[in-house]
């Protein structure tokens, strides 16, 4: 079946330093890929997402690039704040599916940014 | 902005009180999802609702049931608490699957059972 495999971290970084964040995946089909952001105490919400081959998507300084040669969608950003602290959670979407339920969620990977 | 609201934030129960989760999104989509968040675990899906009235069981469904009487809401009962339930409970909706629409989850809300 569809799997996700990322970093499990913890990741603790100094303010301004680089970010990258690795994530690959397996599906039997054509997936789109996600990266979500859960901040202390909240629920999930959208951070980037790529629909297919060769996309980037990108949202307040984060990037992620779908490769499909190499499965992966790791996520990066160039200079991180002490409020990027939070956990990050890879996810495909496997659009075979005719219904329902079609999202498979990596481990997330919490990260720690000391000022 | 699609909004999906969870009714508690925070809740503490008794040990096999009957507990319901509710959860109510705004954007008439037809698929809900609710999962548990436990540290070292990631997100395990309970259980999801395609159509109202539409149920499947997830990967945990033990000990839970739900229900959908309307398209907008989809409660989560856990029909006598254990404190093994202690968790993070995140709601989710989505409209038809076609794998370019990600999901939107509601705030959470963190069950205590003693």
């Known amino acids: 079946g569809d799997s996700v495999t990322q970093m499990e971290g913890p990741v603790t970084l100094s303010e301004e330093a680089f970010l990258t964040i690795n994530c690959t995946y397996t599906?039997?089909?054509?997936?789109?890929l996600f990266w979500y952001v859960q901040y202390p105490g909240e629920g999930l919400q959208l951070l980037l997402k790529a629909t297919k081959a060769d996309d980037k998507g990108s949202n307040k300084g984060f990037e992620a690039t779908y490769r499909k040669e190499t499965t992966s969608f790791h996520l990066e950003k160039g200079s991180v704040q002490v409020s990027d602290s939070a956990v990050y959670f890879c996810?495909?979407?496997?659009?075979?599916?005719?219904?329902?339920?079609?999202?498979?969620f990596g481990p997330g990977t919490r990260l720690s940014v000391l000022p | 902005d699609v909004k999906v609201t969870q009714s508690s934030r925070y809740l503490v129960k008794r040990t096999g009180e009957k507990v319901f989760l509710e959860c109510v999104q705004d954007?008439?989509?037809?698929?809900m999802f609710w999962y548990r968040q436990d540290p070292g675990l990631g997100l395990r899906l309970i259980y999801f609702s395609y159509d109202v009235k539409m149920k499947e069981k997830g990967d945990i469904p033990e000990g839970y049931s739900v229900s959908r009487e309307k398209k907008e809401r989809f409660s989560l009962i856990l029909e006598s608490a254990s404190t093994n339930q202690t968790s993070m409970y995140l709601c989710a909706s989505s409209p038809p699957p076609g794998g370019n629409y990600g999901y939107t989850f509601g705030s959470g809300t963190r069950l205590t059972v003693v």
């Open positions: 996810a495909l979407s496997d659009r075979a599916r005719d219904y329902g339920q079609n999202f498979v």
């Open positions: 954007m008439d989509h037809e698929n």
């Open positions: 599906a039997t089909g054509y997936p789109s």
